[in-house]
């Protein structure tokens, strides 16, 4: 038992090291947060990954779907019994990448969300008081290469801290290039 306390506070400890390393990386006083730990919305990373690295199985009724007149331009993980599990969205001004996942907690510490899409990890900030959101959300920048890391992957995980979603099967092909075609063009 103390074992694992001790890796939780040393875990907060790496935490609040990030969350105050990050600003000094970020630039301006002009950079705005919306999350508990102040962490820039600009801060969008991209790193190397083993989270989605392996092709994910299969798994039946399990789909993915572009939301039908989604201005923003919604790409939802939907399971077998039509409950949405996961929402990438691009959209606003300027364009940013959300994740949304219902079924997470959201984090209350700054924890940042981390999407894997292939080998490649993109690190987001969470949005504590996403209007009306249910689970936890966060944002990021659009990736300028997110076409070829949709093409490329062979799975997409979500993690939060313990919360996980996947290994899931990405998107078909054209979904996912759809998607992706729409993120791009919002960067101009």
């Not at 092709?55 to 039509?82: F, M």
């Amino acid at each position: 038992m103390a074992k694992a306390g001790s890796k939780r506070r040393s875990s907060r400890g790496l935490a609040a090291l990030l969350v105050l390393a990050l600003p000094a990386c970020g630039g301006g006083d002009d950079v705005t947060t919306n999350n508990a730990a102040g962490i820039p919305a600009e801060v969008a990373t991209q790193s190397q990954s083993n989270l989605a690295a392996e092709p994910a199985e299969p798994v039946p009724g399990l789909s993915w779907r572009i939301v039908p007149g989604d201005a923003d331009g919604s790409l939802q993980l939907v399971e077998p019994e039509g409950t949405v599990s996961l929402t990438l969205t691009c959209g606003g001004t300027p364009a940013r990448l959300s994740v949304a996942v219902p079924g997470f907690t959201p984090s209350r510490t700054g924890e940042p969300m981390r999407l894997a899409i292939g080998t490649t990890e993109i690190a987001l900030a969470p949005i504590v008081e996403a209007p009306g959101a249910r689970g936890s959300v966060a944002e990021g920048s659009i990736p300028p290469n997110l076409a070829e890391l949709m093409a490329d992957a062979a799975a997409i995980d979500v993690v939060q801290g313990v919360q996980r979603i996947g290994s899931t099967p990405p998107p078909p092909r054209d979904t996912g290039q759809a998607f992706a075609g729409h993120c791009i063009d919002l960067l101009g």
